[in-house]
Nanobody, 120 residues
Framework: VQLQASGGGLVQPGGSLRLSCAASGINLDDYAIGWFRQAPGKVREGVSCITKRVGTTYYADSVKGRFTISRENAKNTVYLQMNSVKPEDTAVYSC??????????????WGQGTQVTVSS
């Protein structure tokens, strides 16, 4: 099982970025997929999650209204659309898959992260 996050980069405040989480070895629709981020010197925090099959979505208060999580089954990929980004969104973003599928509790598979830097 491999999860690969991509799409990070340097973006100006107020700009947009779309992150992708591509999977091999599993069907992402059978798992809840979460996005997490970790900034230097800070603990990892959950950003967003989409449940398996039904696709209920959850967001941290800090990103609600700015970020959107979605899943494209044909490409076995989950996206995180980041709009109106702020400097405090700067972090390494990672995706993870949860067998239980409800976005509650721990995750079973983790991917490598992608760096997002918000700066002018």
């Amino acid at each position: 099982v491999q999860l690969q996050a991509s799409g990070g980069g340097l973006v100006q405040p107020g700009g947009s970025l779309r992150l992708s989480c591509a999977a091999s070895g599993i069907n992402l629709d059978d798992y809840a997929i979460g996005w997490f981020r970790q900034a230097p010197g800070k603990v990892r925090e959950g950003v967003s999650c989409i449940t398996k099959r039904v696709g209920t979505t959850y967001y941290a208060d800090s990103v609600k209204g700015r970020f959107t999580i979605s899943r494209e089954n044909a490409k076995n990929t989950v996206y995180l659309q980041m709009n109106s980004v702020k400097p405090e969104d700067t972090a390494v973003y990672s995706c993870a898959a949860q067998i239980l599928g409800n976005c509650q509790g721990g995750y079973d598979y983790w991917g490598q992260g992608t760096q997002v830097t918000v700066s002018s």
